[in-house]
Every structure is written in C-alpha cells, then in structure tokens.
C-alpha cells in the first residue's frame, strides 16, 4: 500500500488549502509566486513531485495554466475509474455544499430524475463518500451516495416464460410500454438496479428491453454490487491516469505523425521533382557533350566550341550528376528516419505495456 500511496502520477484535486498558501514558481522564492486564494475550490492536475528538505510540494496545472509548486496538506483528491451506471433514488434529495464551493448551481432532482447516470470518480468529504455525476458528458457536481444505486452487470440465463409474459420497456424510465411482438431466443438478464426492483434483459442478439424483478427473486438471492478495498481506489485511479496518458500520447503521436507525414511527402514530393530536373539535366548535358564531342572529332577544323568550353561542360554535367546523387542521400536519409520514428512510437506502446503489468502485479 505504501507504494502505491507513494507513486508519481497525474492526480486531480479540489484544491482546498489554508489561506495565504502559496504556489512558488521556483520553491521557496517569493519572486513570481502566486497566491491559492484565487484558485481554491479548483479543480486541479497535478504534474510532478519533489521532496524539498524533507517537505512535498507539488506541481499544479489549473485547465491549460501550468501554475507552479505547492504543499498540498487539505486539498481533496478525487477517486477516478472507469464509468459507472447509476440511478437517482431520493425523494428528499438535499444537494452537498461543496457544489456551491464549486460553483455547480442546478436543480439537481429534475435532472436526475428518470436517467441513467454516469459515474466516473469519487471523493471524501466531510466523512461521506461523494459520486462525481455525469450526464451525457457535462458534469453535475458531487453527491451523497445514499441517494444513488449502482447498475450491477448479470449474466444470468432466463427461461421464456420468466419473461414472455412480462410489459416490456425501451428505457429504464420505464414510462412507455413497448407494444410490439418480441421474438425471444435465449433471453438473459444483463444488468439490474436491485432496489429499484428493474432489470435489463437481452431478449435476443440485437433487441434489449427493461423490465421489473417481479417473479425473478429465485435469480436475484446472491446478487450484490462490487465491494471493493481501500487500496482498489488508488489502484483504479492510476490506472485510469495511465489510459488517460495512453489516450493523449496516442492522439499526439497522430497529430505529430500527421503533421511529419505531410511535410515528409510534401518534402519527398519537392526533392522527388528536384532529382528528375537535375537528372535531366545531367541527361541533356551529357548527350551535347557527346555531340560536340563527335563533331570535334569528325570535323576538328569547322567546330564553334573549343577544347576548354567542352571540358567546362564536362564539369558542369559532373556537378549535376554530384548534386542529383546528393539530393537522392538526403531523400533515403528522410525515410529511414520516417522509419525510426514509427520504431520509435511502437517502443512507447510496449512501454506503456510493461508499466500496466507491472502495477497489476503490484496490487496483487
């Protein structure tokens, strides 16, 4: 666990510290120093760590502002994971006060009311258990788990008539019946908010349909939601940090490679052109050559050009010939380093490889 408690990697946090604590550009340095008023209750990435006489500070960024250095003592991290499902259950629903810290004012109840909602991270505060609430991507603060239930995932194999005689349902919302003949082949229950007594069944390989729990107990006795330890969160929020580094490499190596690939063929394409002309050139100045060359030879006395303007075009035709066997280097030399960049782009995946296997086997 102290390991892992210990590890370096992009972390966020609601930034929440003692008044008149400051963010050090260089640590120790009033000089260039901001102070943390104007960004508590921000959220924050972090970007490194460092012990400085025996103190960690660390380095922050606030959306695209790199901000500088800070000893974060209070401030509150959030628990990423992968996403989650999850329903609204209150009727007396009371939203938390960090929301208005935050700066998130809605009426919370409407919108959750009749939707499947995304979970995608947690926190502690004030001794309770927060669910960072998603709905279609835009965020909705922080809420008292109490009032939501998770979607638990199921693979439990139902026979016909468990189900054949049951309303069906397009959404959770469970308001508009779905009238029509269904065909069921292997009907299976994927997924169930228990204490709201709905579930979702596959009814055949390309329709799925919501139905209630009523008469399916049998199947239902052993079925809780995950429990998971402490050490999981820390877990699941390094590895959700690392997809994330993977995601953002990835799209930089596209953009990088994009840009690199343009400007390569646009440069290939440009020295392709400038290797014919020279070869044309070569060409072009070498058949004169051979021509005024026969024409000295088979009739010395009537020739216009002199033995020393004919050895000058000589060179001239030796330094096209330099020039186009010069241009074509630095053109192999364009694509094998092409090449070595792909090499290269492949290396960062096994890495990124490697450092997943190595925490999975870590937290065993």
């Known amino acids: 666990m102290k390991e892992i408690l210990e590890y370096d990697y992009p972390k966020q946090f609601i930034l929440h510290e003692k008044s008149g604590t400051k963010i050090y550009r260089v640590i120790g340095e009033d000089e260039g120093s901001k102070d943390i008023d104007d960004y508590q209750y921000s959220i924050i990435t972090t970007i490194s760590e460092k012990k400085d006489d025996g103190v960690k500070f660390t380095q922050i960024q606030h959306e695209d502002e790199r901000l500088g250095w800070v000893n974060l003592n209070n401030s509150i991290q959030l628990f990423r994971f992968k996403p989650k499902s999850y329903k609204f259950l209150a009727e007396d629903f009371e939203a938390n006060e960090i929301n208005d810290k935050l700066n998130i004012v809605k009426d919370f109840k409407t919108h959750f009311t009749n939707k499947i909602l995304t979970v995608k991270s947690e926190i502690e505060y004030n001794g309770k258990k927060l669910l960072g609430i998603f709905i279609k991507d835009r965020f909705f603060g922080f809420h008292d788990e109490e009032?939501?239930?998770?979607?638990?995932?199921?693979?439990?194999?139902?026979?016909?008539?468990?189900?054949?005689?049951?309303?069906?349902?397009?959404?959770?919302?469970?308001?508009?019946?779905?009238?029509?003949?269904?065909?069921?082949?292997?009907?299976?229950?994927?997924?169930?908010?228990?204490?709201?007594?709905?579930?979702?069944?596959?009814?055949?390989?390309?329709?799925?349909?919501?139905?209630?729990?009523?008469?399916?107990?049998?199947?239902?006795?052993?079925?809780?939601?995950?429990?998971?330890?402490?050490?999981?969160?820390?877990?699941?929020?390094?590895?959700?940090?690392?997809?994330?580094?993977?995601?953002?490499?990835?799209?930089?190596v596209k953009t990088v490679l994009s840009a690199q690939g343009f400007l390569n063929s646009k440069r290939i394409r440009e020295k392709d052109k400038r290797i014919q002309t020279l070869q044309n050139s070569f060409n072009r100045a070498n058949e004169k050559i051979k021509s005024l060359e026969s024409g000295v030879n088979t009739n010395s006395g009537n020739s216009k050009l002199s033995n020393e303007e004919i050895l000058e075009l000589k060179r001239l035709n030796h330094k096209l010939s330099q020039e186009a066997k010069l241009s074509e280097q630095r053109l192999e030399q364009q694509r094998d380093y092409n090449r070595r960049l792909e090499e290269q782009r492949d290396k960062y995946k096994e890495r990124m490889k490697l450092v997943e296997e190595k925490l999975k086997k870590q937290s065993k």
């Open 147 to 252: 009032y939501f239930e998770e979607l638990i995932p199921t693979k439990i194999k139902l026979d016909e008539n468990d189900v054949k005689t049951k309303t069906l349902y397009k959404n959770s919302s469970m308001v508009k019946p779905y009238h029509e003949r269904v065909n069921f082949d292997k009907p299976r229950l994927v997924s169930v908010f228990k204490e709201s007594n709905i579930g979702r069944i596959r009814a055949n390989k390309k329709e799925y349909y919501w139905i209630t729990l009523d008469g399916l107990e049998d199947y239902l006795v052993n079925l809780e939601s995950e429990s998971k330890k402490e050490s999981d969160k820390y877990l699941d929020d390094i590895f959700y940090a690392i997809e994330k580094e993977r995601e953002h490499s990835k799209e930089a």
